[in-house]
């Protein structure tokens, strides 16, 4: 049985991997410091044959070594971060220290593991955000020049610019992954979809940003696994994709969509379910899209769940 590291493999995308690569017959060893934003569901797949989870924060480099050396791993998919950008703006610290210097962590293990032969392929997740805003008509390719906005867009920026120096200057065998707002179960409900779900379910308001014009590109949380694991497989070590489905909306069509498919689902719409315009975030980019040629093109992957229907299972 082929050996794997997921960090940060209870979050939302995390848990969805680990499940994804158990799937596939692979043992996961999920490296995870247990934060807010983790879950604790229930889970039929995982047994000890399959995963071990090992509660660490990824900045101990000491019991990184250790687990890398113990378990040689082939890949490790490094996706350990804080993630919230309205947290950031409360309080960057946690940004820089799990996404900045906990991804130093990991590669100054890895660049000491080499000198022993231990050369497990590293699978970087990044996301759209480090971009920055996109002007209408345009979508980012993965050589445009990083403009992040937010402390938490900045934080994963630097994660990727030290991955990249890495690769230069000691021949780590790494790929990045630049993905867009992934949806799908498991996610914690401070983020927009799950946040939306839960206020309808409750009987709240819908709380949304300025106008709701904001767009983002949208991609359920599968398609990124298939994507992260044919990066595995097949993406060519020293390069980064970027990961979208293509399908872009605005805040206030999305809820709008989520509002009509409870409609369809027949879930209750209580009285104070409402949206509800509310002040606009600090430095909220406007738009982001990405050009996803190069991993359609060259991987031949491509995302394969529907967005009604992703919505669907979602809620
Ligand atoms: P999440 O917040 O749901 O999960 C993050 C996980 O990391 C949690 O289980 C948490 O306990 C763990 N963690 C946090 N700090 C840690 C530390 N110091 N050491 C070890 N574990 C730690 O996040 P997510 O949405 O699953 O995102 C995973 C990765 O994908 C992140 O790197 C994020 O930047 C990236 N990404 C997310 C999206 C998205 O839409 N959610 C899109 C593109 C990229």
């Known amino acids: 049985m ?45 047994n000890k044959k399959n995963y071990k989870l090992i509660k660490i924060d990824i900045i101990n480099k000491k019991k990184i070594t250790k687990i890398i050396t113990k378990y040689k791993p082939d890949v490790i998919f490094n996706l350990a971060a804080e993630t919230h950008v309205d947290r950031s703006i409360d309080g960057p610290r946690n940004f820089i220290q799990t996404n900045i210097v ?3 962590s990991l590669l100054e293990a890895l660049r000491q593991l080499q000198k022993r032969k231990i050369n497990p392929k590293l699978i970087h997740v990044s996301t759209d955000e480090v971009y920055g805003d996109i002007k209408k008509n345009y979508r980012s390719l993965e050589n445009d ?21 890495y690769i230069r200057t000691y ?24 946040k939306m779900i839960s206020n309808i379910f409750e009987n709240k308001e819908l709380p949304i940003y300025a106008k709701g014009k904001n767009s983002r590109e949208w991609i359920h949380v599968e398609d990124h696994c298939s994507a992260l694991f044919q990066l595995y497989l097949r993406g060519k070590n020293g390069e980064s994709y970027n990961v979208g489905s293509g399908i872009n909306l605005s805040n206030i069509n999305l809820v709008k969509k989520l509002l009509k498919i409870c409609n369809i689902m027949n879930i209750k719409i209580g009285k104070k379910t409402k949206i509800k315009y509310v002040k606009d975030r600090p430095g909220h980019d406007f738009r982001y899209a990405l050009n996803s040629n190069k991993i359609l093109k060259k991987l031949n992957w491509k ?7 992703g919505l669907k299972q979602t809620i």
């Open 171 to 194: 021949k780590l065998k790494a790929v990045i992954s630049n993905c867009c707002n992934n949806y799908g179960p498991y996610q914690f409900p401070e983020k927009l979809i799950p």
């Open 102 to 104: 906990g991804t130093f």
């Open 2 to 46: 082929k050996k794997v590291i997921v960090t940060g493999g209870s979050g939302f995308i995390g848990s969805n991997l680990v499940n994804f690569l158990i799937e596939k017959k692979f043992y996961v060893i999920n490296l995870d410091k247990l934060t807010y934003s983790s879950n604790t569901y229930k889970n039929k797949l995982r």
């Open 145 to 165: 020049r990083y403009e992040p906005s937010s402390p938490y867009s900045a934080s994963k920026a630097s994660a990727d610019h030290l991955v990249k120096s």
């Open 303 to 309: 995302p394969k769940i529907k967005f009604e229907k």
